[in-house]
């Protein structure tokens, strides 16, 4: 079965910095994303890693926030500064293995994530990690 776990929350104050990991089975192929859900809000994409090794990010994380993926490890990494408030959220590592669903122009249905001009449609989730910033 495919695995994907998250490690790496915790708390900090408004401008610290986390970094975030995510350990997967084996997928060489499609794409790797953060999301988040902020307590009585909707989950949202924040950023996103193709195979081809392009990124997307989330408009209100772009320059802050960096998504990184080493191959050999299969591990995921989202080095998050300059951290706000509003960043406060469950964040989880999702992993999509097709990359047909990968880095879409149009996308509909409650199973498409926005992030950045692209979408995103995950199969396989994390339980998440708790992030909490502090003013």
């Known amino acids: 079965a495919y695995r994907v776990m998250e490690s790496g929350g915790g708390s900090v104050q408004a401008g610290g910095s986390l970094r975030l990991s995510c350990e997967a089975s084996d997928f060489s192929s499609g794409c790797m994303g953060w999301f988040r859900q902020a307590l009585g809000k909707a989950r949202e994409g924040v950023a996103a890693?193709?195979?081809?090794?392009?990124?997307s990010y989330a408009d209100s994380v772009k320059g802050r926030f960096t998504i990184s993926k080493d191959n050999a490890k299969n591990t995921l990494t989202l080095q998050m500064n300059s951290l706000k408030p509003e960043d406060t959220a469950m964040y989880y590592c999702?992993?999509?293995?097709?990359?047909?669903?990968?880095?879409?122009?149009?996308?509909?249905?409650?199973?498409?994530?926005?992030?950045?001009?692209?979408?995103?449609?995950?199969?396989?989730w994390g339980t998440g990690t708790l992030v909490t910033i502090s003013p």
């Open positions: 999702a992993a999509e293995p097709d990359p047909r669903r990968c880095h879409l122009k149009y996308c509909s249905g409650g199973y498409c994530y926005g992030i950045g001009a692209h979408y995103y449609v995950m199969d396989y």
């Open positions: 890693f193709d195979n081809d090794g392009s990124t």
